[in-house]
């Protein structure tokens, strides 16, 4: 059974830069696609970016061009690379996984999750 644990997020400064981890354990990653949620108090959860099996990656508008998804299957962990962080990028970060080899933002496509890791940007 595929289990995730996220790690990497804090308090940062408008403009800094995190880097979140996915690390799992329980069966290699390889096999199955990734993706990178965050939700905010109050508002639903919203689909940042994926990878897929091969490495092909996609991303949400409000982060593109800021966050860079990788993922190194020797380690089973996959990163979120955040730069230029904004006060509305603030929210819990999950990271799930599907064994289908796919590219998308519905939650409901993945079946495993993690517990998320909170990320706060402000001054």
């Known amino acids: 059974q595929l289990q995730l644990v996220e790690s990497g997020g804090g308090l940062v400064q408008p403009g800094g830069s995190l880097r979140l981890s996915c690390a799992a354990s329980?069966?290699?990653?390889?096999?199955?696609?990734i993706a990178w949620f965050r939700q905010a108090p109050g508002k639903g959860r919203e689909g940042v970016s994926s990878?897929?099996?091969?490495?092909?990656?996609s991303y949400a508008d409000s982060v593109k061009g800021r966050f860079t998804v990788s993922r190194d299957d020797p380690e089973n962990t996959v990163y979120l690379q955040m730069n230029s962080l904004k006060p509305e990028d603030t929210a819990v970060y999950l990271c799930?996984?599907?064994?289908?080899?796919?590219?998308?933002?519905?939650?409901?496509?993945?079946?495993?999750w993690g517990q998320g890791t909170q990320v706060t940007v402000s001054s």
């Open positions: 799930a996984a599907s064994p289908y080899d796919i590219s998308s933002f519905n939650y409901l496509s993945y079946d495993y």
């Open positions: 329980g069966t290699t990653l390889d096999g199955f696609a």
């Open positions: 990878i897929t099996w091969g490495g092909s990656t």
